[in-house]
């Protein structure tokens, strides 16, 4: 029987962390719902207050949802577990004044996980279970749009002839613009779930709404927690699926395309070679830090930094509209080289039921339509 007692101490730890992540995320919600920096907190009024914790509380809801459902599968299992470690990350004044309030959660597993079965049912537990209050809470949100005044409450710049967010004034050179990309799932709701597609607000002001936009950063979440790569969950979901030789195969395939994509056009190829002869090697070195876990054979590493890169010029030179999403380089980072690209071997090496195969393919198919290519892109 597996211990898995919390003292009181333990508790309060980890109550702490959720109370220090809940008013991040509230410190969070105020900017992104009603555009106040955290500078202006002496001027903030009980609504913009009441705006933070609309955002806060459905974010909370998911990453407690997601790593209960660890937590519990975990306990189900006998397996030894921490409680989940909420990680806080306020926007700061001055220096980080844009932040989502919180970089997730974590459980972190103490005890031996024997079998595939038991990698597979811990690490799909939690993407199934975030994506049900993220599925909730899109379409409440767009099947609850607010009327076109709350619109002009925050933009009242915007109140022209009542074209709404759909009338974009010209933008002041200074201000940053951020666009919501697009994934499977938001085109559904927004196409077959809203009533009136006039009070539907374009993507540059999606985050205003503080539904649509937790459930937007809970998909973002729950895909990149189900990239089939390692020991993130998806990596377990294959690994449970395929066992370890096919997932190892599976898993580095991908990450070899997530960072091939991640990085087409960040160097520009047409740029000036001055330019280019010191940018191509700090890049090359740059992905080859990236493959440290790929492989222990140095020259192995420099083939595919070299090969990733070669590909990436092509496209960029040839196809100069084609571009990827940097952000990924740095997920793709704390994966290569902290993470891991391969999954560790189990003790039972069982293949799965039936029935958890079709709960494999279900999370697989969650990951596509959640799966967001551009999900923030700043203009």
Known sequence: MTDNHFSAKDILKHLFLFLLTFGATILAGVFWVKGKPVSMIADWTKNDWYSGFMYAWPFLLFLTVHEFGHFFTAIKHKVKTTLPFYIPFPPIPYLLPITIGTMGAVIRLKGLVKSRKEYFDIGVAGPLAGFIIAFGLLWYGYSHLPPQEY???????????????????ESDENTIDILVGDNLLSLFFENYVVDNPELLPNKHELFHYPFLFVGYLALIFTALNLLPIGQLDGGHVLFGLFGRKLQGKLS??????FILYAGIGFINSRQAISDLMLAVPLYL??????????SKDPMTKIIIAIGIYSIQYFINFYFPDIKGYSGWLFFGLIIGRFIGIYHPPALYNKPLSPWRKVIGWLAIFIFIISFSPQPLIIE
Request: glycine share 8%.
């Open 252 to 257: 580095l395939t991908f990450f070899i395309l």
């Open 285 to 294: 070195l740059f992905l080859y830090f990236i493959m440290g876990r790929v």
């Open 151 to 169: 619109q002009f409450e925050i933009h009242p710049e915007y109140n022209v002839e009542g074209k709404g967010f759909n009338f974009r004034p």
